[in-house]
Nanobody, 124 residues
Framework: VQLVESVGGSAEAGGSLRLSCVAS????????MGWFRQAPGKEREGVPA????????NYADSVKGRFTISQDNASNTVYLQMNSLKPEDTAMYYC??????????????????WGQGTQVTVSS
């Protein structure tokens, strides 16, 4: 399984960025994709996740109403649209994939495949 994230970027507070993640090699039809982030000195945080088969989603409270996860099954791509960015959104963002039914708990240990990470920086 390979997950390849797009290049992150920088934005000012209040701005927007979009990340993408292309997944390949996972044959399971029951697949859940999530985005996680980790800032220096902080624990890894699950941001949003999506069930690629049914479009169910779950979001961390810290990003509800600002971030949107979506998918394009034809291209095996998951997107993370980030609006109203805040400096505290600055982190390394990772795409992850699992077939575990506990995907919605946004805990990293339920996710078995990970991308290489991409940096997002938000300035005040």
């Amino acid at each position: 399984v390979q997950l390849v994230e797009s290049v992150g970027g920088s934005a000012e507070a209040g701005g927007s960025l979009r990340l993408s993640c292309v997944a390949s090699g996972l044959a399971s039809s029951r697949k859940y994709m999530g985005w996680f982030r980790q800032a220096p000195g902080k624990e890894r945080e699950g941001v949003p996740a999506i069930w690629t088969g049914g479009y169910s989603t779950n979001y961390a409270d810290s990003v509800k109403g600002r971030f949107t996860i979506s998918q394009d099954n034809a291209s095996n791509t998951v997107y993370l649209q980030m609006n109203s960015l805040k400096p505290e959104d600055t982190a390394m963002y990772y795409c992850a994939c699992t077939a575990d039914s506990a995907w919605y708990r946004l805990r990293g240990y339920y996710y078995h495949y990970w991308g290489q990470g991409t940096q997002v920086t938000v300035s005040s």
